[in-house]
């Protein structure tokens, strides 16, 4: 069994996470984990580097294969291997396949507050940010169904970027959700292109859903954007797949891959991914336990000794999302706040939609439990 306690120093190894900030602040803001990847993928990659040579690299069969196969027993996924296009990452992929399928001008669709980089995705392809701000209820949130539909029905938007599971809203949609968001875009025409990077991080009580599996009219009517790099802690061997079944679709797609140059990809994420799917599905199923475990510690520690924060609904993703409106400062504020006097690091929600996130934090909650403990003191010494 791993041990996700164990405690490894990433400084000076060219972290983003960690060497972009002082040597005495904790980073809980990027979404990268500090723990040390599954025994398979180590022992792979040392092999491929005891070759010597890492020229350019083509995919063969079995890495169609590993990716297939993952999606077929892990969430009853069929994928044919013409579906596929693999790429650098996904965020390269959004942009590629915004660009393929839209014309300056039109309209993407969006569920504030999400991803901050699904706003310079769309911009940078020359196209306009349509919000449909989630609604808070209880501890979670749920979708507005009239203003989806509404905001579906404008004939400027063209495609529904879907965040599944969401972030920062910690939300894993349910097929009925997904039903009901397909059948709004194909009813007015719709798109969906759905960020499904997240998908192995799914706390327990809760069942991911492939959008791309509702139905055989909203597998034809959407896209899919999957990697092991969130999941397996893979982001900087940069590897994702395009998954599109529509055939013209894929052709366009492709074909922006191409204009774009991120068709080419290093030789060491093929391996990764193929022990990771392959080999360390157990690794997987211990990690969001202790994700799990992670999450009930800041609700507790925050519940005794902060109480006017609220710590939102975690179904997956390793993001926690804090309402602070209470505290009576702005997410901006608070962030500059816990940076310069309790040298800790975390996410202004601000930058997942201005008006969205305006009272919240995001906080990355994948690290050792008791580095984790650590930053939860300086954030209630500051913010308490």
């Keep these: 069994m791993q041990d996700f306690d164990k405690i490894i120093n990433r400084r000076h190894s060219g972290s983003y996470k960690w060497d972009a900030v002082a040597e005495d602040v904790l980073p809980l803001w990027v979404a990268d984990m500090d723990f040390e990847v599954a025994p398979a993928i180590k022992r792979a990659l040392a092999e491929r580097v005891e070759h010597g040579i890492f020229g350019y690299t083509q995919v063969d069969d079995s890495y169609y294969d590993a990716v297939i196969s993952w999606f077929e027993r892990r969430h009853g996924w069929t994928i044919r291997r013409e579906w596929m296009i693999y790429t650098s990452g996904v965020v390269p992929a959004i942009s590629c396949t915004i660009k393929a399928l839209t014309l300056p001008g039109e309209k993407v669709l969006v569920q504030t507050p999400v991803y901050n980089c699904f706003f310079s995705s769309i911009r940078n392809q020359g196209c306009q940010i349509e919000e449909n701000e989630l609604v808070r209820k209880g501890d979670t949130y749920v979708v507005d169904w009239d203003d989806f539909e509404a905001r579906c029905a404008d004939e400027k938007v063209t495609v529904f970027l879907l965040c599944n599971p969401h972030n920062p809203a910690g939300r894993?949609?349910?097929?009925?959700?997904?039903?009901?968001?397909?059948?709004?875009?194909?009813?007015?025409?719709?798109?969906?292109?759905?960020?499904?990077?997240?998908?192995?991080?799914?706390?327990?009580?809760?069942?991911?859903?492939?959008?791309?599996?509702?139905?055989?009219?909203?597998?034809?009517?959407?896209?899919?954007?999957?990697?092991?790099?969130?999941?397996?802690?893979?982001?900087?061997?940069?590897?994702?797949?395009?998954?599109?079944?529509?055939?013209?679709?894929?052709?366009?797609?492709?074909?922006?891959?191409?204009?774009?140059?991120?068709?080419?990809?290093?030789?060491?994420?093929?391996?990764?991914?193929?022990?990771?799917?392959?080999?360390?599905?157990?690794?997987?199923?211990?990690?969001?336990?202790y994700l799990w475990d992670n999450y009930q510690l800041v609700k507790q520690d925050f519940a005794a000794r902060l109480p006017k924060a609220e710590v939102i609904k975690l179904e997956g993703t390793y993001l926690t999302w804090v309402d602070i409106a209470a505290l009576g400062m702005t997410a901006d504020e608070a962030t500059e706040k816990l940076l310069h006097e309790g040298r800790v690091f975390v996410s202004s929600g601000t930058l997942y939609g201005q008006k969205a996130g305006r009272n919240y934090l995001r906080l990355n909650l994948a690290c050792p439990r008791a580095v984790l403990q650590q930053a939860l003191d300086r954030i209630v010494e500051v913010l308490g």
């Design 172 to 289: 894993v949609w349910t097929r009925a959700e997904l039903e009901r968001m397909g059948e709004i875009c194909r009813r007015h025409h719709v798109r969906v292109i759905s960020d499904e990077i997240h998908c192995e991080l799914v706390m327990p009580g809760y069942t991911f859903t492939p959008f791309a599996t509702v139905s055989e009219a909203d597998r034809d009517n959407s896209v899919t954007f999957n990697s092991p790099s969130k999941n397996f802690n893979l982001a900087g061997l940069q590897i994702a797949n395009i998954i599109c079944s529509d055939e013209e679709m894929r052709r366009r797609i492709d074909r922006v891959i191409n204009i774009y140059e991120v068709c080419d990809i290093n030789p060491f994420g093929p391996v990764a991914l193929k022990a990771a799917y392959n080999e360390s599905e157990e690794w997987l199923d211990d990690l969001n336990r």
